[in-house]
């Protein structure tokens, strides 16, 4: 672990990235609790142990007044920066993304935290969203098969690495669950389909083909992934979400 | 809860509420009929008046349909459901049938939790609240949260007419703020579950672990066959697809329409003020109403105009629906979805199998066990049952908008009224009909015991006395006008001139025979086909059995195979507990010739039973037929065919007609008609079978004694069976080659003393069989036969010294080892003869239910004699 020469790489509201010779710092502010900071890095350490290629952690301590975690680095570009330079090969990364995601999907963690639970926490808490919007979304979640597949939760290809040497690396695992695997997918569906239409239309049907699942048993999760979205606050991205936000079930 | 202010927001208050409906409920269960049907009619005629309010406040609220339908919704869940269920008895004794003894009472099931839907607010209110009155049950009320304002309304309303009218206070709760949480919660601490709504909704009811009457999602295919009247068909679809803005389940989404007449169908729905959407419009509403896979909310129960309009599409304003004309059935087409909205796709067909096949996916994909509609001239009966085969829903509508034909008892007579539709197992639901009052009671079933009509079959003719052949026979000259007759009997007789007696009598009358005299003992299947063989081709209409057990048995086979050549005797050898009730059912004889028994020998009975043993040579398996269907028409006991029985026949057939009477006296089946027929069979043999055995055609009495005893005993045990000791006894015969009456009397008395106990291990299970009475049943039979002593004890052992001493004078060996059977052998076969006696259809009507463990111990007695 060498914390010298660690320079700034990225900076959000309640968290700093730095980059050091062999490790990344996610420092937190003070404000963010620390329970918080503490779980991520419990996820982490679940996923690690999976086996799948995550960056190790190697510890997490007091910075600046707040609380970091600090992992290993991993090398290489991420897999959006690829897919943006060599477009011509878009569906020969969509493949490899869905692979990357449907071995996530196999693996399972029995203590991580439940999908179904948490996205009840999130939409409970969606005040901006109507009672009965609300009692539709939590009776639909409530219907929903409960699996107890890994889902990244964020899953995007700028959360996937690409080494030199080939190696894929997936980060940032803060929003991981064990849930239904058809969830993750639309939420990532929904990823691509706030910046893309066409992108996110490719990988729903690859992601359909490739795990052998129906589109709508992906599409019935769209409205529950959508509210959970919305809980971020992203102005620009309201409109569409509440689009997707309210449909009925059959009544 | 006196508290006025008192609402349920919250678990603690909920459980509150709970409270006060079981406690309500509690009161209400003990209300008569009288008192629950003047509570029905109040709370239906309140309903039924604020019909008009409530429709208002549920457009107001939803801001979904339309007022002037929603209106005739409240005013069908009032008066259809009164009018349907108010002659209908819910409360105590429902049914009787006193004869039968059985009773049949409703109870009330306790508290109902009711998931009010958002597109029915107030009707399905009323509807559920007037099923849960009528039975007597306290209704918990979750409304949805778009509808609250309106349901929470209807449930206070009727509540309180409820009680003016008598009922108990509180027997109508509601959620005041729902939530997911609480409608869990209901449902969970309610006794059954009355959930209309979304899959979704459906599906938590399911798993609360409570009973569930749940619906689901309908996708109601329409087709319209050429032979349809297109007015009335498109008139009709137009009516319920627009009705309340198409939020009926029920509606119409789809229609398919055959090539023939689309131009027709398609110019009528214009005509009547529909809108055919062009190409670009197509995608434009498509994305409206379908977001993501999933129905829009915004479109629900709107008008055509207005989804029209939010889907920037300009139509007139009175259009009546908007008709995508698509063609992909896949989930992938928008169209294919349940719209809940004057949203219709039209699909063209090249033939009538398209369109079912088209119906079937659009079924298959959204609307399992739902609701299903034709149009088609009801002569077309083919297409029609092709139709009802294809679709897996439970309601399948001809000539009916399918909306208001759904909901029943409208545009139909005998489908139930009713807001709640059943979708069967299809849809995941408990109930695939319309749901009512029968499926919210508890039906108590009370039922006397009875005991099943009994019997007494015998031979239509039963002819008796010495010298009678020629008498009887001659019937079937001058009275039936029988023109060929078919002997069958052994080799033996037929040498010995026994026939004769029978040939000459028919040469006499003019009829013509021919005769099959090649039985052997223990007859075989092969042997019964060569007389079949000869049978066929000689066409007797009647058949003539001369001989003991073997030529009458071979006989009524001859007769079954000559009648019904395509019967399976694997078949008809079924066992059986109750013979009424038998799997197999035994083909109807008589319809080519009839059957007259002649028995030789004493012992049998088979000229009045309804048995018969056959053997297949091929494989060594018995065959034992047990019918009524082959008891012979006419029996003749005439002993001059009987007076030069050999002594060893004699005594083995004299002692197996005391096993018959005494088996046949004991039986659980027993009835005072064979007892008679059994304790004089029984005397007879004590008094007339020594000297039968003795002096043979010396004494002519004896011998007439000893017929006439074997043919009682066959009455008797043709009607009350025979028990374990036969069932023993055809396994030594089977095994170990003994005589069939020597087998019977080796383990006889043993097998009595078994049977004569108080507490047996098991008794046998007949109705009228009501405690072990064997014992006493045998002691009666030794009083009959003379028998006497101090006590019953004594009589009982008296009674096995009398049958003993009988059967040392015929010579009956005491033991199975006297028998000449080999120690290793019988020991090696034991068990597996053991089980093969206790599985004989003879062992059913033993008074004592054997173990296997008690018959291999009975073997191994009368083996070693110990």
Known sequence: MDLTNKKLILERKHKKVYESNDCIIKSFSKEHPKSDVFNEALNQARIEETGLNVPKVLAVEEMDGGWAIIMLKKNGKTLKEIMESDKENIRKYMDMFVDIQLDINSKSSPLLNRMNLKFGRQINELKELS????????????????????????????????????????????????????????????????????????????????????????????????????????????????QYIDVVDYL | MADKNFIVDSIDNLSIKMKELREAQREFASYSQEQVDKIFYEVAMAANKARFLLAKMAVEETGMGVLEDKVIKNHYAAEYIYNAYKDTKTCGVIEEDKIFGIKKIAEPIGVIAAVIPTTNPTSTAIFKILLALKTRNAIIISPHPRAKDCTNYTAKMLLEKAVEAGAPKGIIGWIDVPSLELTNEVMHEADIILATGGPGMVKSAYSSGKPAIGVGAGNTPVIIDETADIKMAVNSIIHSKTFDNGMICASEQSVTVPDSIYNEVKKEFAYRGCYFLKKDELDKVRKTIIIGGSLNAKIVGQSAFKIAEMAGVSVPENTKILIGEVESVDISEEFAHEKLSPVLAMYKAKTFDEAIAKAERLVADGGYGHTSAIYIDVNQKEKLAIHEKAMKTCRILVNTPAAHGGIGDLYNFKLAPSLTLGCGSWGGNSVSENVGVKHLINIKTVAQRRENMLWLRTPEKVYFKRGCL???????????????????????????????????????????????????????LQCAREGVKAMTSFEPDVIIALGGGSAMDAAKIMWVMYEHPEVNFEDMAMDFMDIRKRVYTF????????????????????????????????????WPIADYEILPNMAIVDVDNMMDQPKGLTAASGIDVLTHALEAYVSIMATDYTDGLALRAMKLVFD??????????????????????????????????????????????????????????????????????????????????????????????????????????????????????????????????????????????????????????????????PLISEIKELYLDAYYGR
Not at chain 1, 210 to 217: C, F, I, P
Not at chain 2, 610 to 615: G, H, L, R
Not at chain 2, 801 to 811: D, F, M, Q, T, Y
């Open chain 2, 688 to 849: 007339y079978l020594p000297s039968a055995y003795e002096n043979g055609s010396g004494d002519p009495i004896a011998r007439e004694k000893m017929a006439d005893a074997s043919c009682l005993a066959g009455m008797a045990f043709a009607n009350a069976f025979l028990g374990v000791n036969h069932s023993m006894a055809h396994k030594l015969g089977a095994f170990h080659h003994i005589a069939h009456g020597l087998a019977n009397a080796v383990i006889l008395t043993r097998v009595m003393r078994y049977n004569a106990v108080d507490v047996p291990t098991k008794m046998g299970t007949f109705p009228q069989y009501d405690y072990p009475k064997a014992k006493a049943r045998y002691i009666e039979a030794a009083r009959y036969c003379g028998v006497t002593g101090k006590n019953d004890d004594e009589i009982f052992e008296n009674f096995i010294n009398k049958i003993e001493e009988l059967k040392r004078i015929i010579g009956v060996k005491e033991t199975i080892a006297l028998y000449g059977v080999e120690e290793k052998y019988f020991l090696d076969t034991l068990d597996e003869m053991s089980e093969q006696a206790f599985n004989d259809q003879c062992t059913a009507a033993n008074p004592r239910y």
């Open chain 2, 470 to 524: 020629p008498v009887a026979l001659d019937e079937l000259g001058n009275i039936m006008h029988k023109k060929r007759a078919f002997i069958v009997t052994d080799t033996f007789l037929y040498k010995n001139g026994y026939t004769e007696v029978i040939t000459n009598k028919l040469d006499e009358m003019g009829i013509r025979y021919t005769c099959f005299y090649d039985v052997t003992p223990d007859p075989t």
């Open chain 1, 131 to 242: 009672a009965t919007i609300r009692y539709e979304l939590l009776t639909r979640l409530d219907g929903m098969k409960k699996h107890t597949k890994i889902c990244h939760g964020d899953f995007n290809p700028s959360n996937v690495l690409i080494g030199d040497d080939g190696e894929i690396s997936i980060i940032d695992w803060s929003h991981a669950t064990q849930g239904n695997a058809a969830a993750d997918a639309a939420n990532t569906y929904l990823l691509f389909a706030l910046e893309d239409k066409e992108l996110a239309d490719m990988y729903m049907d690859i992601y359909c083909k490739k795990s052998d699942t129906a589109k709508q048993y992906v599409q019935k999760w769209l409205s529950i992934v959508a509210a959970q979205r919305l809980s971020k606050h992203v102005e620009t991205e309201k409109e569409l979400l509440m």
């Open chain 2, 587 to 622: 083909p109807k004889m008589g319809q080519k010739a009839y059957f007259v028994a002649v028995p030789t020998s004493s012992g049998t009975g088979s000229e009045v039973t309804p048995f018969a043993i056959i053997t297949d040579a091929d494989t060594g398996i018995k």
